[in-house]
């Protein structure tokens, strides 16, 4: 029986295959290195996320007319409720009294009914406290790692995101409130491990003469290979990320 070896020494394919899956390898080798050192988790970070945008709107149906009301007050148009998570999302548990001096809240733009803040975790505590028309006080006893809390924001019209929205801190070891960001290295592992399981067992029948060789058709094979890899990658990636993003 002919074996691997020769079967791909005698059509000439042996220096494609190994360049082919070497380069899918070290492409795939180079992402994860990217998101293990670039995107990983920082050591003190909060994010913000839309969790939920609800409209409320008055109709007239069936000759009836259907009004919007807040605490026991009619509003006129239209009533959103903004829901915002801001989460821990560093290495390191958060205690504000030590962290953070200031965490305001500004709205603007929004003709806001009510603010308040909501948390089912025992420990976090978060408050709020007015400081303006406008500007709010925000604050928390201690934020583990994952932990979150709840700011919805009730204001009058049609609220589709958070551009209304602004977050101004001053702490040690935190500038902004940025949206959450996803380490996509373990969505990597079972591209690499995919890549070693093709690739060592080709490397094993390598003879160093067909190393370079060059064959069109085999050339657009293995590109389309690698092309498949990535997009396997970033797919993984992104599922991973929507799951992660909608965790309570």
């Given at each position: ?40 988790r920082k050591k003190y970070c909060i994010s913000k996320a839309l969790v939920a945008s609800t409209v ?187 799951k992660w993003m909608k965790e309570k």
């Amino acid at each position: 029986m002919e074996t691997i070896k020769a079967f791909l020494e005698r059509w000439d394919i042996l220096g494609d295959v190994v360049e082919g899956f070497s380069g899918a390898i070290i492409t795939s080798l180079i992402g994860a290195l990217y998101s293990k050192f670039i995107m990983k988790r920082k050591k003190y970070c909060i994010s913000k996320a839309l969790v939920a945008s609800t409209v409320y709107k008055q109709t007239n149906k069936d000759g009836l007319k259907i009004s919007v009301s807040y605490n026991d007050e009619v509003v006129d148009g239209s009533l959103t409720i903004l829901k915002i998570r801001l989460r821990n999302d560093g290495t390191e548990d958060l205690m504000y009294s030590q962290r953070i001096s200031r965490l305001s809240v500004i709205l603007e733009g929004l003709d806001v009914v009510d603010v308040f803040v909501e948390s089912s975790i025992d420990g976090v505590n978060p408050s709020l406290g007015q400081i303006d028309s406008c500007k709010y006080d925000l604050k928390w006893d201690l934020m583990k790692r994952d932990e979150y809390f709840f700011i919805s924001i009730v204001a009058k019209g049609e609220v589709n995101d958070m551009s209304g929205v602004k977050f101004d801190i001053r702490a040690d070891g935190i500038s902004q409130i940025k949206t959450p960001e996803y380490k996509v290295s373990e969505a990597m592992i079972p591209v690499l491990i995919g890549s070693a399981l093709v690739t060592v067992p080709v490397t094993i029948f390598w003879p160093a003469k067909n190393m370079f060789l060059n064959i069109m058709p085999m050339k657009w094979f293995y590109f389309g290979c690698m092309v498949l890899l990535v997009l396997a990658c970033w797919i993984a990636a992104l599922k991973q990320r929507i799951k992660w993003m909608k965790e309570k």
